[in-house]
């Protein structure tokens, strides 16, 4: 029987994956069917070193979901700056 993900509050936990001779990652099928990734599908790979202890991490999202979530901070910046100038305009 395959193990489900390990799901918390919209997180998942998909297992381990090894990188290949060539660098290559496979992503757990459950992972791939949840976040409907297809082959040749683009994917953009974000990463995080750490500033003093040299690992980091790394984040492989899908093209769309990474423009959806860009979209969305974009707004969510454009209200906080819009909420901050009327705020400042109040004191005045």
């Known amino acids: 029987m395959k193990e489900q993900a ?12 090894t990188i290949g001779t060539k660098g290559q990652v496979v992503i757990p099928a ?3 069917e949840e976040m409907s ?3 040749g599908d683009k994917v953009i790979v974000i990463g995080r070193q750490h500033p003093t202890k040299g690992f980091g991490m790394i984040c492989i999202c899908p093209v769309e979901s990474a423009e959806q979530f860009v979209n969305e901070l974009t707004s969510q910046i454009t209200r906080t700056q819009e909420a901050i100038k009327q705020a400042r305009s109040d004191n005045n």
Do not use: D, H, L, M
Request: hydrophobic content about 35%.
């Open 30 to 32: 459950e992972a791939r």
């Open 37 to 39: 990734i297809q082959p």
């Open 6 to 17: 390990k799901k918390t509050s919209g997180q998942a936990f998909y297992g381990v994956a």
